[in-house]
């Protein structure tokens, strides 16, 4: 195996690759339709924004915290990180492959049969929509909470959800917040992916730069250097961690419910993949993506771990604080004011990039299954624009659909939790139809190749999957299982209802003339 950890550049003027990226995308049965202008480091970028350190890793902090305490920190984050490394890796094999589109749809259909490709589809839109609506309310809440309340005290004591029946609460100031976030949201990736790419570069750049200046503010200004307090387990389930998990829980089950807060981090890097029909010499340039997207992730956000842990007084005080450690910890750092102020706008700046680029990769998902008539009225969603190239219904049903997912709080909450369950269950869908194809079926490679490693690196995806949804599903976030089994049935209705006879997958193995290529992109040029 061949790690490509050292060059992510690609330039968007070499003909000659751009010319067999073209060739690639016939031979799956598809014509140029969006526009192939991403460099590898803007598809490097995008991932790397989705993934964002500087959201999860702040504000999912107490579910490790609250876990096993500072060895769920910091451990935790090397063990999940390390399992969401084989992930990237075996996923960057199958993008290298076949680099399409709404990639985890395709490579499902390919190597496991439409039906396989089309419950994926389904599945990975449900995550990447909740990604979308959580990251947006998180921008929203940090806004409120750290940029009016804690800079400009305002007083939003009174902004709270007004009940609406017995189930459903509204909050007027989070619904016409979130209408102006997505709506923004929506604009830039409407009007092309050099508007898109522009703000991912920076977005890369800003979480770096962020992340450093966080790290060494927890460092400088915190409680001290106690390095063996890194590696201590403490058991906070229960009372001890503020009821953040509710029930006590055995240690081993602490650690396991810990690591939702490193996989639901690190997740999203299949974005790389979704943006490949518009990434110069994809072949090469995805998987690349990918794996530099989760390898800076885990970096950083292990040494931005170890400062959190660092900079707490006390450790066990901080975990009965429960979902308000992280906030409690910043609010009570002694920084400089103009520090503390540029922190909480980059916070917020980077929380509303990372959704900004979930709308591109969810919007190129939607584009993809609807190319292959897997969505409802798939006719209007797979249209793109002509003057901008990009899938402009498939980006405004995105943010439709994220907006919806932040009105039902309850549901919200309990779906939001489990996003990383939903988003590595599709992830290892292709991976584990690979691991049956390969060899078989699965002939056709791209440069990237985990050789002897791809097989055993899918073992290992499924059965860490298979832990986190058992981890993930643990109160209070068991109410994900109702969700999870409610989906599955639906899903099961619609396929031996009506979709196994309608949906007829990607175009495997069929022919198109040149002329209907040629045809499709003249209109479009």
Excluded at 204 to 225: D, E, K, N, R
Aim: charged letters at 10%.
């Amino acid at each position: 195996m061949k790690l490509p950890f050292f060059r992510i550049s690609s330039k968007a003027n070499d003909q000659p690759v751009l010319d067999e990226d073209l060739k690639t995308l016939h031979r799956m049965g598809y014509a140029q339709e969006l526009a192939r202008r991403m460099s590898g480091f803007s598809n490097f970028a995008i991932s790397f924004s989705l993934i964002c350190i500087l959201a999860g890793g702040v504000t999912n902090f107490p579910n490790a915290l609250c876990a096993g305490g500072a060895f769920s920190v910091t451990v935790g984050w090397l063990v999940g990180g390390a399992f969401a490394f084989v992930v990237a890796c075996s996923m960057g094999q199958i993008a290298s492959a076949y680099p399409t589109a709404g990639g985890l749809y395709h490579w499902s259909a390919i190597l496991g049969g439409k039906g396989w490709g089309w419950a994926t589809a389904w599945l990975n839109l449900l995550a990447l929509f909740l990604l979308i609506a959580s990251v947006d309310v998180g921008v929203y809440q940090l806004f409120r909470d750290m940029g009016l309340s804690g800079l400009f005290h305002v007083d939003v004591s009174g902004w709270h959800a007004i009940a609406i029946g017995s189930h459903l609460s509204l909050d007027p100031y989070q619904t016409v917040a979130i209408v102006l976030i997505l709506g923004s949201q929506a604009v830039f990736n409407h009007y092309g992916i050099r508007a898109t790419t522009i703000l991912t570069d920076f977005s890369g750049y800003l979480i770096l730069g962020a992340t450093v200046v966080l790290t060494a503010s927890m460092f400088f200004f915190g409680a001290g250097h106690d390095f063996y307090r890194l590696l201590h387990f403490s058991n906070n389930t229960g009372a001890a961690g503020g009821g953040f998990y509710p029930q006590p829980r055995p240690p081993l089950i602490a650690f396991l419910v810990g690591l939702v807060y490193p996989l639901y981090t690190i997740a999203g890097y299949d974005a790389s993949a979704n943006t490949a029909e518009e990434t110069v010499n994809a072949r090469r340039a995805v998987p690349r993506a990918m794996i530099h997207a989760v390898v800076w992730s885990v970096l950083f956000g292990f040494v931005m771990a170890i400062s959190f842990v660092m900079a707490v007084p006390n450790v066990a005080a901080a975990a009965k604080d429960g979902a308000e450690s992280w906030f409690n910890l910043f609010n009570q750092l002694p920084m400089p004011l103009i520090l503390r102020q540029i922190l909480v706008i980059s916070l917020i700046l980077v929380n509303y990039l990372c959704a900004n680029a979930a709308v591109t990769s969810t919007s190129r998902m939607v584009y993809a299954f609807a190319r292959d008539g897997g969505m409802p009225l798939s006719k209007y969603w797979k249209s793109v624009s002509v003057t901008h190239r990009t899938p402009v219904p498939a980006i405004w049903l995105t943010v439709a659909i994220a907006f919806a997912a932040t009105l039902y709080t309850p549901a919200f909450a309990a779906l939001s939790a489990g996003c990383a369950v939903f988003l590595y269950i599709s992830y290892a869908m292709p991976i584990a139809a690979g691991l049956l194809a390969e060899g078989k079926s699965w002939k056709e490679f791209g440069p990237f190749r985990l050789d002897r490693l791809s097989k055993p690196f899918a073992v290992i995806t499924i059965v860490g999957v298979i832990i986190l949804a058992y981890a993930g599903m643990q109160p209070p976030s068991d109410a994900v299982i109702s969700y999870a089994i409610a989906f599955a049935v639906l899903l099961a209705a619609a396929w031996f209802g009506i979709e196994r006879r309608r949906f007829q997958g990607p175009p495997i193995e069929k022919e198109r003339p040149a002329e209907d290529f040629a045809k499709i992109e003249g209109a479009l040029s």
